[in-house]
Every structure is written in C-alpha cells, then in structure tokens.
C-alpha cells in the first residue's frame, strides 16, 4: 500500500496538460469532482472514466503513476463495496437457484456507484497532483483565494500549508517503507491476514510521528533561517496568466458538465439543499 501511493509526487513532462495554469486544473479537477457526487448512473461513470483516461494519455504520464492510487486504497473500496452490497435493503441475490445470504441485487449496484465515484475522485486527484509543481499548486490555490483576503483570510499562508502537507505525503510514505524495513530485519513480522498486519503497523505509528516532527522541526528553522515572514510583501517570479489553451480547456469542461448534468438529469441548485 505504502509503495502504490503516489498523491503528492510530480511527474515532469511538457505535454499540453502540463503547461496549463494552475488554476485552470485545480478549478477543473474540483469542478468534476463535484459533478461525480450528484452522478448517480453506471454509464456516465464509465464516460469519466474514458475522459480520465484520455487526459492520462495526453498527459503522457505512465498509467501505472495514478492507477497506482487505487491499489494503494483497494481495501477501502473492497470494503465500501461489501458495505453496501451487504447492509443495503433490497431483493436477495440468488444465482442458478442458489440464495447468497447477505447481499443484495440493490447493494451490489449501490456499492458499485460508490466504489466507482471514489476511483475516479482518486484518478482526478492523482492527475491533478502528477502534472502539477507543488509551487505551481501554491500559487494557483493563493490567486484563487485571494479575493477573500478583504475578509481577513490569509490566503498566501493557508496555501502554503496545503501545499507543505501535499508534499509530505511522499516523504512520510518513504520514512514509514523505511520504518517497516528496519523493523523487519530485526525479526518482525508484517504477514498475514489483514487484521493482524494492521496490528502490526501500529508499531510504526510512534516512529513515523516522531519523524514528522523532526522533518517539521527542520522545514521551521530553514524558513526562519531564510528570513519567511509570511505572504506580506512578497512577489511572485512568475505571474499566472491564462493562455488559449486554458480557455479551450475550460470550454471543454463546462461542455462536459452540462452533458453530465443533462445526461443525469441533475438540478444543481436543487440538489445543494
């Protein structure tokens, strides 16, 4: 699980994907996101699912980076399934005569929508992260916040902290690998069923906090020892600006939410209360 996260990795790359501004991608990303929590039907899951994997292939990313994400949280989604397969009141599933006790026709389907909206948020998020500088994310998500700094909303500070803690996904994934293989060589044991591996990860949760604390401990004193007093003042090096592939790409993905919205039958004030 630890070796298939990749949320917070970047990928390098000069595709078309990977010149976009940054607020261009995080305003789409969260746009589709927000879409697939109202999409209720199979078939416009597996339309996203085709739309994801287009922008993967334009993006030349290896598919193994995102798909990587869903292996990494399979057993939350074996989980959610069987939740859903199982507590969902419906008709008994019975199968060449045979009745399955526990499931149900309704479940199976519910827990299918389920698992598949989470597969293509983690997709989204993954894509969105694989072709996005973590300095890119920062300033995208502090101009697109900006306007509520009249409101007393530090913008530049709270973007910072977002994008510092995206970061630390990797380093911390890597110290606790590290963990877990030093530990193992000194005769523990991390096999078996889930139920006791989980039981036996909780012996790295002590060093892996302690190695947080140490990273954090060190990211404050580099800052301070470079004079960072915070977003007052400051200048950026790069100013964002939307080219002529933003706007195509924000056409696009307001064409394909009003062909989900119209394919789903969805009435997004009404379905806000």
Known sequence: ?????????????????????????????????????????????????????????????????????????????????????????????VIAGFTIPGPTWEGMLQGAVFCLRLAVIMLIAALLMLTTAPLDVSDGIERLLKPLERFGLPAHDLAMMMVIALRFIPTLVEEADRLQKAQAARGADFTGNPIRRVRKMTALLVPLMLSAFRRAEELAVAMESRCYRGGTGRTQFRILTLGRNDYVAIGAVTILLVLCAAANNIDFIGGLY
């Open 1 to 93: 699980m630890l070796q298939n996260l990749t949320l917070g990795q970047f990928y390098p790359g000069e595709s078309s994907i990977h010149r976009l501004d940054p607020r261009t991608k995080l305003c789409g990303a969260l746009a589709l996101m927000a879409v697939l929590i109202w999409v209720e039907t199979l078939p416009l899951f597996f339309f996203m699912l085709t739309m994801v994997a287009v922008l993967v292939g334009v993006s030349r990313i290896p598919p193994h980076l995102p798909l990587n994400n869903l292996k990494a949280f399979r057993l939350i989604l074996i989980i959610t399934f069987a939740a859903h397969a199982c507590f969902t009141p419906g008709e008994v599933v």
